[in-house]
């Protein structure tokens, strides 16, 4: 560009330039990605890791450039930014958070992190598997340290754990998430252990044999389908670890896991990822391009996916609806079971000590005791050396059941190994966001649940669309429940749902 046309060029014009190429390059590398988890050859993983170290140091750069802080100065400057219509100045606000996040950052600690939580990924595979907790206790330890110096240099936040929180949900702390998880303790602990006494347990045997894979793939493309999810603008493939990933809203890939001995692993994986992937997919067009063009935290994001696996798809509704193409899709597996009883075994509630097959509502309760000791890691120096004795104490208090060994307790997630704390409480807000919402989703659309009945499943995701899909980063997740509900998030909608739900399965008082 000659230096005549660069003095022509708005601080606007050329902020837009930047942004868009930075989203390019995240588009390629999510691309990247999603190959390397879909199938890449092995062999050529070291090379292409270097290839998106690459970009994505290029990227970095140019989140971090000073061309980008100045321009972000000026864009900030009142006069200026009273001249941005609505999406420039949330445009301006966001890059300008990650501006400042990044650039506090000094780049050899930050090279020195990656390093560090890459190798600890292998370290706690292995520790994993040879039930070595002391193996990985070093890794954790250096893990949090680093954490605590970006805490120092990103600026406390009321605690050290609220700057954590932020990231990852913006605004929450955790004098909200202490009151959120201890209504949910008072409610659902009692619940749990109501249904543990019952004597109407649902009957499970008719969901084991061997279910074939591609019959399980039709059953989930045809749900899919029916969801809404744009096939046009998306695919289905398979990965170990199923997920969802927005390249754009025209490319929003989502994969799943087939198990040839569990029908529903599956199918709720399935439906699961295609709740992440109705929000990407249907941002509105305005943003594309931009940063702005995604799911606004991890929440709200979680509460998409689980309002369409557990409260659309473990409903009775659905199963009186769909039960029958799924018996055709397996011919004489199924014929003898009832939708009732179809629906009643597929939401048995069972303590248990992995997280990722707890049901949906104890699953509330493992995330409970990973808030609290995330909390304690942080806020009250717990050292990582005690983690195991205090993972197990609150898993009997609050369950009722003790790991025999830490690669069931306390080693079982991987998000640790990453650095990912702050992370796990998104999950339980997913919950309580989606009971919220289903509460007014009824009120709004008073057919829904004879809708979802006879399989009309369009006109809640045209709801979700419109209230919370289409706004993208435009939103904050506080303005998104508040403009549906007229009210911050509570915890009372997701117990009175669990409550009702589990009262009628278990024939409870
Ligand atoms: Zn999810």
Redesign the pocket.
């Known amino acids: 560009m000659s230096q005549l046309k660069q003095a022509q060029t708005s601080p606007l014009k050329r902020f837009r330039e930047l942004t868009g190429q930075i989203k390019q390059y995240e588009e390629i590398l999510g691309v990247v990605y999603w190959d390397m988890r879909t199938g890449a050859p092995r062999k050529g993983i070291e090379m292409r890791s270097e290839a998106v170290g690459a970009l994505s140091a290029e990227t970095f750069k140019l989140s971090t450039s000073a061309e980008m802080g100045e321009l972000l100065a000026q864009l900030s400057e009142p006069a200026q930014k009273e001249q941005l219509d609505d999406i420039n100045r949330r445009l301006v606000e966001e890059t300008a958070k990650e501006y400042e996040r990044n650039r506090k950052i000094p780049p050899e600690l930050y090279r020195e992190y990656v390093v560090l939580t890459s190798q600890a990924e292998s370290a706690w595979e292995e520790a994993k598997e040879n039930n070595d907790f002391p193996g990985f206790v070093p890794y954790l330890e250096k893990i949090i340290a680093i954490n605590r110096q970006f805490i120092e240099l990103w600026g406390v936040k009321t605690t050290p754990y609220d700057t954590l929180l932020d990231m990852y949900e913006p605004g929450l702390t955790t004098v909200e998430l202490d009151r959120l998880f201890g209504e949910l303790r008072a409610r659902l602990v009692p619940l749990a252990e109501q249904i543990a006494n019952s004597k109407h347990r649902p009957d499970t045997t008719f969901l084991q044999g061997t279910f074939d894979k591609e019959a399980q793939k039709k059953f989930s493309k045809l749900i899919l389908k029916d969801m809404g999810y744009d096939f046009e603008a998306g695919r289905l493939d398979e990965s170990v670890h199923p997920f969802?990933t927005g390249l754009s809203t025209g490319d929003v890939r989502i994969t799943t896991r087939y198990l040839l001995h569990d029908v529903t692993s599956a199918l709720f994986g399935t439906i699961?990822?295609g709740g992440?992937a109705l929000y990407e997919q249907n941002i509105t067009p305005e943003l594309n391009g931009t940063p702005l063009s995604t799911g606004t935290s991890m929440g709200i994001?979680?509460s998409q996916?689980?309002l369409w696996e557990n409260m659309i798809g473990r409903s009775l509704g659905f199963w009186q609806r769909y039960l029958p193409d799924l018996q055709a899709c397996f011919p004489g597996q199924l014929d003898e079971v009832s939708a009732e009883d179809f629906y009643r075994g597929i939401n048995v509630v069972e303590p248990s000590l992995i997280r990722i097959e707890a049901d949906e509502l104890t699953y509330n309760l493992h995330i409970m005791i990973r808030y609290e000791i995330e909390k304690m890691l942080f806020n009250d120096n717990l050292s990582p050396r005690d983690l195991p004795a205090v993972w197990n104490r609150k898993y009997q208090e609050a369950l009722g059941i003790t790991p025999s060994n830490d690669a069931e307790g306390v080693l079982q997630d991987v998000h640790w190994s990453g650095g990912a704390f702050g992370y796990f409480p998104s999950?339980s807000l997913?919950n309580m966001y989606a009971a919220q919402m289903m509460v007014i989703a009824r009120q709004k659309i008073t057919t829904l649940d004879q809708q979802v009945a006879s399989g009309m499943l369009l006109p809640l995701k045209e709801w979700l669309t419109e209230q919370v899909y289409q706004h993208g980063k435009l939103l904050q997740p506080g303005e998104i429940i508040e403009r549906i509900s007229g009210k911050s998030l509570e915890s009372s909608h997701l117990c009175d749902y669990l409550e009702n739900k589990y009262r009628e399965i278990y024939h409870l008082e």
């Open positions: 969802a699961h990822e992440h994001h979680e996916s689980r999950y997913g």
